[in-house]
């Protein structure tokens, strides 16, 4: 397996791993103790790493939610509480989740290892949300927490190559959210308005900025050797597989 497979093969196993926190009741339930909507909580979660910033960095790090509903998110986060308060807090609780949910995970010893080598190797030049988040101190050192942390850092480094990837084939995120597998229900959730684009001469740039994000993420994933990059995307198998039960 080479690092730019290694990429492509761990993608949609971080995304369901982070999905899963996401998703769960509990942080679904404590995340309305912040009096915060669920649009406004997704939107300051994921930025507030970036401290006191406008609007419109914001918009500019997440890329691929419409501008005005980040300023929507943003600000309305900024009436009750700091965003970076509410990153802080996310954090903690993705922590509380890794030690739940990833803690028992009999190879967890080893997902540290190999995930641990992976992000320290990430170049963070112009990944500045992986560089936020990265910066953040974990505040349990317990191994299932350090673990969601790492895979959170692993996931937020995909997502900001797959920007610089999509920005350098000529497409803007919308276009490549109309050009994905949602289509204009991917647009709609992310806030985008129509008219849309008509996907189908968007479709093969897409392609090509997929095998180039693969490529800039394989980068880091040359930490590993071919055996360990084979082991590391099994283990993420494994754990999906573990959390979907």
Not at 16 to 43: D, K
Not at 97 to 120: F, K, M, N, S, T
Not at 122 to 136: H, I, K
Request: hydrophobic share 50%; proline share 7%; net charge negative.
């Amino acid at each position: 397996m080479t690092p730019e497979q290694a990429a492509a093969n761990t993608k949609a196993g971080l995304a369901a791993i982070v999905g899963a926190f996401a998703e769960s009741p509990q942080t679904l339930r404590r995340a309305r103790l912040l009096g915060l909507s669920g649009w406004a909580y997704h939107v300051s979660a994921r930025a507030g790493a970036l401290g006191e910033v406008r609007p419109e960095t914001v918009a500019a790090a997440l890329a691929f939610i419409a501008p005005e509903a980040v300023t929507d998110g943003w600000e309305a986060t900024a009436k009750t509480s700091a965003p970076v308060e509410v990153a802080t807090w996310h954090l903690h609780e993705l922590c509380a989740w890794g030690g739940e949910q990833l803690g028992p995970y009999p190879r967890i010893a080893r997902l540290l290892e190999l995930a641990g080598r992976v992000v320290d190797a990430v170049d963070a030049a112009g990944l500045t949300l992986f560089a936020a988040w990265r910066a953040m101190p974990v505040p349990d050192p317990a191994p299932g927490a350090r673990a969601a942390v790492l895979l959170h850092l692993l996931h937020e480094h995909r997502q900001g190559v797959h920007v610089m990837a999509v920005r350098a084939s000529g497409l803007t995120p919308l276009e490549a959210i109309i050009a994905g597998p949602d289509g204009e229900t991917g647009a709609v959730a992310f806030g985008w308005q129509p008219p849309y684009p008509p996907a189908g001469p968007l479709v093969r740039r897409l392609m090509w900025a997929e095998a180039v994000a693969n490529s800039m993420a394989g980068q880091a994933y040359a930490a590993l050797d071919r055996s360990e990059r084979v082991e590391f995307a099994g283990l993420l198998e494994s754990l999906g597989h573990r959390l979907a039960r």
